[in-house]
Nanobody, 127 residues
């Protein structure tokens, strides 16, 4: 089982940038897919981006394509989410999550597919 801890949230003006970090621990981290999700007040948790730890392939939600970038640092067992051109609608609690590779299909990036979750970090974008 992989454990994850997020950091890096905060308050930023619209158009600004933030970097979120997710530190992962566990002996089999390289066999996992790491994902970022977010949940705004009164809304369901939604997928933001994911990266395959071993191959580095990435997937993004349409709402963040071209603005957010997910990357990983193997030496530090850390995944980053670089968020640029932030909008007020990006305001949410952002969660890092992990699941084993090998999950396929349309539900593979749904929250239920991910087994390890952090406590979340708040991102607030002011207009």
């Amino acid at each position: 089982q992989v454990q994850v801890v997020e950091s890096g949230g905060g308050l930023v003006q619209a158009g600004g940038s933030l970097r979120l970090s997710c530190a992962a621990s566990g002996r089999t981290v390289s066999s996992y897919v790491m994902g970022w999700f977010r949940q705004a007040p009164g809304k369901e948790r939604e997928f933001v981006a994911a990266i395959s730890w071993s191959g580095g392939s990435t997937v993004y939600a349409d709402s963040v394509k071209g603005r957010f970038t997910i990357s990983n640092n193997n030496a530090k067992n850390t995944v980053y989410l670089y968020m640029n051109s932030l909008k007020p609608e990006d305001t949410a609690v952002y969660y890092c999550a992990a699941r084993r590779t090998g999950v396929s299909g349309s539900d593979s990036y749904m929250p239920a597919a991910f087994s390890s979750w952090g406590l979340g970090t708040q991102v607030t974008v002011s207009s």
